[in-house]
């Protein structure tokens, strides 16, 4: 009984730090920008950047000196941007066989228009627009066949009699436009970049995606294990560990989204079996994924993980989840952070396994490109 109540306030105690955790992220993600009411009525304020698919279904926006929340959909106002980021403007489409309308994200403005939305599913989609031709979405496909007895890739390429037609059936851009195959942000930009130098090499082409380097961070950690295990030998048992991990973070997918990965050394276990001491030097290589935000100062952070350990002897795994708290000066941090980890079979939960309390000094390695 008095183990079940302490795995239930465990994790009741996890459980209220996640929500508080969502709820403290949660305000990191309003960020300077504009509404645009119409094309010429601006309302400067902060704005919701939450993800692709939010953003493409509301817009929240907090007005200056204001402590009132206006959730504005495409249907109100004519768009709305982030500053020094995403632009997104109310667009009428077909999407799925379905008329719709949606904030989507302006990626060019040149010949020919570039526009991105995110749908259910993670599902991206791609739409080209110019002077004469309404949105007209870029569709890709690849799947593998048997032909003859042979696995055969067959790629489908919609997109490309699209951008044939608007690029006038010119033969000088045939080879670019067959070469995008799986249409994405950057692979648009570029052709759309060189399309309109190439004829009009006067003309005006604006790129409103912005452009960001992956983060690479180096991250030294320490703390001390709680270990708690069913097997009574070991019950209570305290250790330190120590370990290097890199962390890297694209900004163009997610900018507060952060995959991790490293080696972590753990303090020997000495236990007295069948009458013998044995020594156990136990090991891990983490592997993780979290959020955080990229602003100085402090702000929330958690993360969840799955671990290979080497234990007690034997090769196992383990699931985590971390909340914690960091202080970023700009190219470095440094975190404070309580881990519960879970041991595992196939991912799925069999006992409770450790608390951990950490702190880590996370260094940006390629600074320069900030």
């Not at 996640?18 to 509404?35: D, H, N, R």
């Not at 929240?60 to 959730?71: E, G, V, Y």
């Not at 799947?143 to 951008?163: F, M, R």
Request: hydrophobic share 35%.
């Amino acid at each position: 009984m008095m183990r079940f109540l302490k795995h239930y306030k465990t994790g009741n105690l996890i459980f209220f730090c996640f929500l508080f955790m969502t709820s403290a992220q949660a305000q990191q993600w309003f960020k300077p920008g504009y509404v645009l009411r119409t094309q010429t009525d601006t309302l400067y304020g902060n704005i919701e950047d939450k993800n692709y698919y939010d953003n493409s279904f509301q817009c929240r926006f907090k007005p200056h000196q204001s402590d009132s929340l206006i959730t504005y959909a495409p249907e109100n106002i004519f768009g709305y941007r982030i500053e020094d980021g995403k632009y997104y403007v109310s667009k009428q489409l077909q999407l799925d066989g379905r008329d719709t309308t949606l904030f989507m994200e302006y990626l060019i403005n040149g010949e020919i228009d570039f526009y991105f939305v995110q749908t259910g599913g993670l599902k991206n989609h791609y739409f080209a627009a110019n002077d004469t031709i309404p949105l007209r979405e870029l569709n890709y496909s690849k799947q593998v066949t048997t032909i003859d007895g042979k696995l055969v890739e067959q790629k489908s390429k919609p997109y490309a009699h699209i951008l044939n037609y608007m690029t006038g059936q010119n033969k000088a851009f045939a080879d670019d436009i067959d070469r995008i195959n799986n249409p994405t942000h950057k692979k648009l930009i570029q052709f759309g970049e060189k399309y309109s130098s190439a004829v009009c090499p006067d003309g005006v082409c604006i790129v409103y995606e912005k452009r960001m380097p992956t983060k690479v961070y180096f991250n030294v950690t320490a703390g001390v294990k709680l270990l708690k295990q069913d097997t009574s030998i070991i019950s209570g048992a305290k250790g330190a560990f120590f370990g290097v991990n890199i962390h890297l973070n694209n900004p163009n997918i997610s900018e507060r989204g952060f995959f991790t990965f490293g080696f972590q050394m753990e303090s020997e276990v000495t236990l007295k079996q069948d009458g013998k001491i044995k020594t156990y030097r136990n090991f891990m290589i983490p592997l993780s994924y979290g959020f955080m935000s990229s602003k100085k100062g402090l702000s929330p952070l958690f993360s969840v993980g799955f671990n290979f350990r080497y234990h007690m002897g034997y090769f196992c795994n383990s699931l985590t989840f971390a909340p914690g708290v960091k202080y970023d000066f700009g190219d470095y941090f440094v975190k404070l952070y309580a881990e519960a980890e879970v041991l595992s079979m196939f991912i799925i939960p069999i006992r409770y396994y450790s608390t951990n309390i950490g702190i880590s000094f996370c260094y940006r390695l390629n600074r320069k490109s900030k």
